[in-house]
């Protein structure tokens, strides 16, 4: 069955440690990958996306992905977090072959200590 | 405002019932999307209704739940008979267009609905 998973459903790290989330997709067809981040009491919003081109995508703070096709893999990363980014993320992928509606994964919980 | 709006915030019903959840997206935008998010769950697709197309309804649990989007605007998620297992926030999403052209969707806080 077409799905996303995310492997880690909880982190916890400190302040200046690096922040790696691992996502994988099933879809056939052309994708396009996305994470999404909620912060605390706060709507999600796009953190990245990934379309075509340089499969190393820079997002806001901080954050970049990079898409690995053979690997089936879209994986999050910042080489030194901040408290600030103790959220919930997710992450997200639509594909012709699944009618281009985006489907999420399950999430991970990032929590940073200070 | 300028983002989704959603109504209520908050909904207690008690099991049986049927209730409505409105989601008023941003100006403009073709593209609304129902998701819901359980404990634990992430964010599990419903619907979603892009312009004067057909929507895709493939998300839907089950024939007890039904959305409407009126003049390509406002929608409204119906959930008749609510039983126990439909407690969750109800998240609406619009966009400029789908969001495999576009990429981004914007969300509302979502309506959190609990089923005694």
């Known amino acids: 069955a077409q799905s996303v998973s995310q492997h880690n459903h909880h982190v916890i790290l400190s302040e200046a440690a690096s922040l790696e989330l691992g996502c994988n997709y099933s879809?056939?067809?052309?994708?396009?990958l996305f994470w999404y981040v909620q912060y605390p009491g706060q709507h999600l919003q796009l953190l990245l996306k990934?379309?075509?081109?340089?499969?190393l995508v820079k997002g806001i703070k901080g954050f970049e992905a990079e898409f690995i096709k053979s690997k089936f893999s879209f994986n999050l990363r910042k080489p030194s977090v901040q408290w600030s980014d103790t959220a919930e993320y997710f992450c997200a992928v639509t594909s012709t072959a699944a009618g281009n509606k985006l489907t999420f994964g399950g999430g991970t919980r990032v929590l940073v200590k200070p | 405002g300028a983002g989704v709006s959603q109504s209520p915030s908050n909904k207690v019903t008690e099991k049986g019932k049927d209730v409505e959840l409105r989601c008023d997206p941003i100006s403009g935008h073709t593209a609304l999307y129902w998701y819901r998010q359980s404990l634990g769950q992430g964010l599990e697709f419903l619907i979603y209704?892009?312009?004067?197309?057909?929507?895709?309804k493939s998300g839907l649990p089950s024939d007890r739940f039904s959305a409407e989007r009126t003049g390509g605007s406002v929608s409204t998620l119906t959930i008749q008979r609510t039983q126990q297992e439909d407690s969750a926030v109800y998240l609406c999403?619009?966009?400029?267009?789908?969001?495999?052209?576009?990429?981004?969707?914007?969300f509302g806080e979502g309506s959190r609905l609990t089923v005694l």
């Open positions: 879809y056939g067809g052309t994708v396009n």
């Open positions: 209704f892009q312009g004067n197309s057909a929507p895709d």
């Open positions: 990934y379309f075509s081109g340089d499969p």
């Open positions: 999403a619009s966009s400029l267009s789908l969001a495999s052209y576009t990429g981004e969707l914007f």
